[in-house]
């Protein structure tokens, strides 16, 4: 069974602290790693994919450990405005069907 | 930025009742999907469309759903008899090669009463 496990949270965080969140996916031959961001009732938005070297854009950093077969995201310096839920999604590479965590569900308080 | 755009944004049915959920990919992309997400769940794939036929689908596409591509722009799932349990967002979505992150649309909230 496809199975892409996430912490639900909620992750009560304070602002301008640092969270990380993990992943962890079933299939070894998953290809494509991805975290969104969701908003309550909004549409999955692409936060960042998600490569073997590790990838980093301004305040977030994404790892994939392939032989552990875990992703994290790491968000430093965080913001009231990260306060969402976090997708991890893993594209499993035969129909680039997406597989879908449960998301964690982040809240920044001031 | 290119778009995902999905109409209507909300809509009300009655069970039994036909609907149909409209979607107009971003213009190059070439893989389309339906994803739904009921109130509080995950988001769950229904459906992806390539080359103007279906590529895969979950066990929720049953035959009261189908897909079409009507004009190449275009891209509707249709319910044909609605259940109480077709209530949920419906995320359209599309991706240029496929391997790559998808866009979703900002979704179609169904209601079925």
């Known amino acids: 069974r496809k199975e892409v496990e996430q912490d639900p949270g909620p992750f009560n965080v304070p602002e301008g602290a640092t969270v990380a969140f993990n992943c962890t996916y079933s299939n070894s031959a998953s290809q494509s790693f991805f975290w969104y961001r969701q908003d309550c009732r909004k549409e999955p938005k692409l936060l960042m994919s998600?490569?073997?070297?590790?990838n980093e854009d301004g305040r977030f950093t994404a790892q994939l450990n392939r032989a552990s077969q875990y992703i994290s995201l790491l968000i430093r310096d965080s913001k009231l405005s990260d306060s969402a839920t976090y997708l991890c999604?893993?594209?499993?590479?035969?129909?680039?069907?997406?597989?879908w965590g449960a998301g964690t569900k982040l809240i920044i308080k001031p | 930025e290119p778009e995902v755009t999905q109409t209507p944004s909300h809509q009300v049915t009655q069970m039994g009742q036909e609907v149909i959920l409209r979607c107009v990919p971003i213009?190059?992309?070439?893989?389309f999907y339906w994803y739904r997400q009921i109130l509080g769940q995950k988001v769950e794939f229904l459906v992806s469309f390539y080359n103007n036929e279906i590529s895969e689908k979950s066990e929720i596409f049953d035959d009261q759903f189908s897909v079409e591509r009507p004009d190449g722009s275009n891209f509707t799932l249709k319910i044909r008899s609605t259940k109480l349990e077709d209530s949920a967002m419906y995320f359209c979505a599309s991706s240029g090669t496929g391997r790559d992150g998808y866009t979703f649309g900002s979704g179609t909230r169904l209601t079925v009463v």
């Open positions: 999604v893993v594209n499993e590479g035969s129909n680039y069907q997406l597989i």
């Open positions: 998600v490569y073997s070297s590790g």
């Open positions: 213009s190059n992309h070439l893989y």
